[in-house]
């Protein structure tokens, strides 16, 4: 097949979502196919490259942070990137479009089916679902629910990450079957060194923003004082400057290290030197943050919410604590805190559990049947 992914975010930009596109892109190469990748222009990031067999084609777009992105930003994705198709459908003649996010990649794949014929599938994050973050995006679903609905009635496929999304998208439209597919991780780009186990060192990673809980976090490492730990924040965004004035408020600023955005192979230099991952997330699809962590041998402490619920099991290889309770949290956490062996045995048992369920190879097969299945109906 030949399929046109198209995604606003791809790596070294975006988060959870760019790396699965890239790594689903990847595989699916090495399967066999050929794959162009639509998505956006940052700074000094070349206009188009072959990386892993995959060719990228990034757009000029009004995109200005590296790590996210405003509804503003993507419009301008939608339009820009829908005129840079008219270049690509005649010299690559795509068989499918991979949309990622249903808004804005699957109003660019909804024109070129209008247009070309050419049949899409959409595969939902979460911040292009209805209901997901409704403190952050309410406003932007109830104008886009319109558009979403026409996107999803002319998708081939509908795919979600999570048994969470899949039930805020049932929720916000039930006339489709919506199949799981999770994320997955490359445990080879991920060591599982000879590390210390004492002391306790903490490390979070991803977008420093309300969704990700580190006000909840802070709240309950500064109850556990009397414990020896360390905390690595990998990440940046909004709530910066606020975790750092509750740090100096609380007195345990000099335990914890703010870090900014970082590269990818710079947080697995982070994963690799922790020897505990914290994830008190209000909300997520299917975290990579998690999924890396656990490959890099880490015991999580990470909230029970959809997705951190598919990946950690409780009491094996970490523990899980209802959203938004510090007091749960500040308990999961104490032990573990104490108990050196705890965490290697949690972190031995959280690699097993990747290699044992989550490939990227497995996945990119289930997106392989998927596509293939929606490319073989328009052809009967």
């Not at 930003?73 to 990137?81: D, H, P, R």
């Not at 249903?102 to 024109?111: F, K, N, Q, R, T």
């Not at 290699?355 to 990119?364: M, R, T, Y």
């Amino acid at each position: 097949m030949k399929i046109l992914l198209i995604n606003s975010e791809y790596p070294p930009i975006g988060g959870g979502a760019g790396n699965a596109s890239s790594n689903i892109a990847r595989m699916l190469v090495q399967r066999g196919h050929d794959v162009l990748v639509l998505t956006s222009h940052w700074n000094d990031l070349p206009f188009e490259e072959t990386r892993d067999g995959v060719e990228v084609i990034r757009q000029s777009t009004l995109r200005r942070r590296m790590d996210r992105s405003n509804a503003f930003e993507q419009i301008s994705f939608i339009f820009s990137a829908s005129f840079r198709t008219f270049s690509l459908i005649r010299p690559f003649k795509p068989d499918i479009t991979l949309a990622f996010f249903g808004l804005p990649s699957g109003a660019v794949a909804l024109l070129l089916k209008w247009l070309y014929r050419i049949p899409y599938v959409v595969s939902l994050r979460g911040g292009d679902v209805p209901g997901f973050r409704p403190y952050d995006f309410r406003i932007y679903h109830k104008l886009a629910a319109p558009f979403l609905h026409l996107i999803w009635g002319n998708a081939d496929s509908i795919i979600a990450n999570s048994n969470g999304l899949q039930k805020l998208a049932l929720a916000f439209d039930s006339r489709y079957t919506i199949p799981i597919i999770s994320n997955g991780v490359d445990t080879s780009q991920f060591t599982t060194p000879n590390r210390d186990w004492s002391p306790p060192r903490i490390l979070s990673a991803g977008r420093v923003v309300y969704q990700k809980g580190f006000d909840l976090a802070m709240c309950a490492l500064s109850q556990l004082k009397d414990l020896e730990w360390i905390w690595t924040i990998a990440g940046d965004g909004p709530q910066m400057p606020m975790l750092k004035a509750m740090s100096k408020e609380y007195g345990i600023n000099e335990r914890i290290r703010f870090l900014g955005w970082l590269s990818s192979e710079q947080i697995k230099e982070q994963y690799a030197a922790a020897n505990l991952f914290l994830f008190p997330s209000r909300h997520e699809g299917m975290p990579n943050a998690v999924l890396e962590a656990m490959a890099s041998g880490l015991p999580v402490v990470a909230t029970k919410i959809a997705g951190n619920e598919e990946l950690v099991v409780d009491g094996e290889t970490g523990r899980l604590v209802p959203a938004e309770d510090v007091d749960a949290l500040r308990e999961s956490l104490r032990p573990l805190l104490v108990e050196a062996q705890m965490r290697e045995q949690m972190g031995r048992a959280a690699r097993q559990r990747v290699e044992s369920s989550f490939s990227w190879a497995h996945v990119a097969q289930r997106y392989e049947n998927i596509l293939q299945r929606s490319v073989g109906n328009l052809k009967r």
